[in-house]
């Protein structure tokens, strides 16, 4: 990652500019709302520290940093968590590799976690794993980490694609981590890729009582892949996914603690659909 590059002055400004825009909108229920940034990951690679500042400006309240914040220094780890002190918007959580939570791994990602303040350090892929007996040492790989995170204060985290959501030999891997995992190992929820495949998301959630403490509110629309305004292309709310429900069981069963934006891209630049995410966000929950 590119840390110290500029973010071009017309595009940081407009951004800027734009941001009472959202902030007019009313705000959200008790849930933080906050966004995952590789959602802006093309501005994060032209400078860190300014899109935080924008990401804060438009009335975000939390930052998810994703896989090359591990590859920072422990001097630019600080000069982001200023950022964030100075700015008023917290990190909760951070994406990690697989290999961040192995014994050689795990100590960097607490050092770094607790440094930027975070409570979870979510393993955002397990890299290839076959049948369910992989599946558990997935879980196994999170149990055993958690023996480490937590006298540090930290959680582990899980963060689910569609693969842990289509059968394996007759079970969800989803539900192999979660039986093969401790409670207090949280069960960081991506809805689109649920309901893309076809499961009922408000199901897993009440399926799982207290454990899903984070969920990244990707929208989703059936389209052919090449259409640029459908599958993970449209912007928050704007696809097939039940938000309110799944708010309300979240909310009243999940433990829900604080959401997260996630896009995988738009119709407009990174900045402007973080934007307009936050402001269909804030109408959806007004």
Known sequence: MTMYGSVSRRRFLAAAAAAPLALAAPAGKSVPIGIELYSVRDEMTKDTLATVRAIAK??????EFYGPYYAWTPEF??????????TGIRCNSTHNDAKNFRPEGIQKAID??????????VMASSGNVTGLDGWKGV????????????PAGLRAGYHNHQAEFKLVDGKRPIEVIAANTPKDVMLQFDVGTCVEVGNDPVA????????INSCHLKDWAP???????KGYRVLFG????PWQ???????????????????????????ETAQRCLANYKKMRA
Do not use: C, H
């Open 58 to 63: 438009m009335g975000y309240e939390v930052v």
């Open 77 to 86: 780890v600080k000069d982001v968590r200023k950022v964030l002190d100075d």
């Open 112 to 121: 770094y976690n607790k440094t930027l303040g975070a409570k979870y350090v």
């Open 139 to 150: 879980g196994n790989t999170l149990t055993l980490a958690m023996e480490k995170l937590r």
């Open 204 to 211: 897993w959630i009440n399926a799982n009582p207290g454990r």
């Open 223 to 229: 389209g052919a892949p090449a259409d640029k305004e």
């Open 238 to 241: 704007e696809g097939v996914v």
């Open 245 to 271: 429900k799944i708010f309300a069981a979240a909310e009243s069963t999940g433990g829900a603690e604080f959401y997260l934006i996630e896009q995988e891209g738009s119709r407009y630049p990174s900045l």
